[in-house]
């Protein structure tokens, strides 16, 4: 239980403070925080919870979406977003870089990106915070995230000290190359998050998540590769999934847990 985080959006009906009092009444010691709920709640008051339940937070989600051809705007946001995560104590901003923008330029938004992250990357630096660019599913490539592999999110981060790495089962699995990339991500791995791909996919993609053990990953490899690198951080669940949204918090939760001990925990 000591590595298990669950991601806020797991629970995702969930304000911050019954998220932060399930953790706390299941064992669970760290929480993933989402900014828009965090926002709704206040950063100052959210940590304050967080740190009088004893919970640490694992990561914050999201920066990002810097995609467009005039991105300042995203860049503020994006300073914002990394103080917002020092608040909070985490020492993890994940990054979610946004999709093709309007000019269709692919390779040019993959370089808006790049550009974008070297400037934040001295914020973060001064802040402590480290930027995890998270690659994402091809699928997700129009509308979410232009990094659609683990090697191309290393090729930015390793030019960076304040810049690591996403590893998120649903999104790397399928990668003939993920064996070699998370071998070469080593101690850029910021964050490891973990759910299942299920089949047949939904109408809405997005929603495709399902607990460990229940669909086509082999989380057990996936995560014996993770932890070879010398891994020691916590290990998100985070689950997309109208079903899962639906159902009773703690029954939530305690499947969770009882995935992570079944599923996960075995292969660390």
């Known amino acids: ?64 979406f810097l995609t467009a051809v005039d991105n300042r705007s995203a860049l503020d946001d994006n300073r914002r977003a990394i103080d917002e995560a020092a608040a909070l104590r985490t020492g993890t901003l994940v990054m979610v870089v946004g999709g093709v923008a309007g000019d269709k330029d692919l390779v040019g938004a993959r370089q808006r990106v790049a550009d974008a992250i070297a400037e934040l990357s001295v914020h973060a630096e001064q802040a402590g915070v480290v930027l995890a660019l998270e690659p994402m599913h091809p699928v997700f490539c129009a ?42 991500a080593g101690r850029l791995i910021a964050s490891y998050q973990v759910c299942d791909w299920l089949t047949p996919v939904p109408a809405d993609v997005l929603l495709g998540r399902g607990y ?16 070879a690198t010398g891994y020691s951080g916590d290990v998100e669940v985070e689950i997309f999934n109208a079903a899962v949204w639906a159902a009773d918090f703690d029954e939530v939760i305690e499947e969770v847990t009882r995935r992570y001990h079944d599923v996960v925990e075995p292969a660390l």
């Not at 989402?34 to 967080?50: C, F, S």
């Not at 090697?151 to 699995?173: C, F, K, P, T, Y």
């Not at 053990?213 to 932890?227: E, H, K």
């Open 1 to 64: 239980m000591a590595r298990l985080s669950l991601n806020q959006a797991t629970i995702k009906r969930a304000t911050v403070a019954e998220a932060v009092d399930g953790c706390a009444r299941h064992g669970i010691e760290s929480i993933g925080l989402w900014r828009e709920p965090v926002a709704d709640h206040g950063l100052e008051r959210t940590a304050k919870i967080v740190r009088d339940a004893g919970l640490r937070v694992s990561s914050l989600c999201r920066g990002g």
């Open 212 to 227: 460990p053990g229940d669909g086509d990953i082999d989380l057990a490899r996936l995560t014996r590769q993770v932890a």
């Open 143 to 184: 509308d979410r995230g232009v990094l659609s592999t683990l090697a191309q999110a290393l090729d930015i981060a390793e030019r960076h000290e304040s810049v690591g790495v996403v590893v998120d089962a649903l999104h790397v699995w399928w990668d003939p190359a993920v064996d070699e990339q998370i071998a070469r």
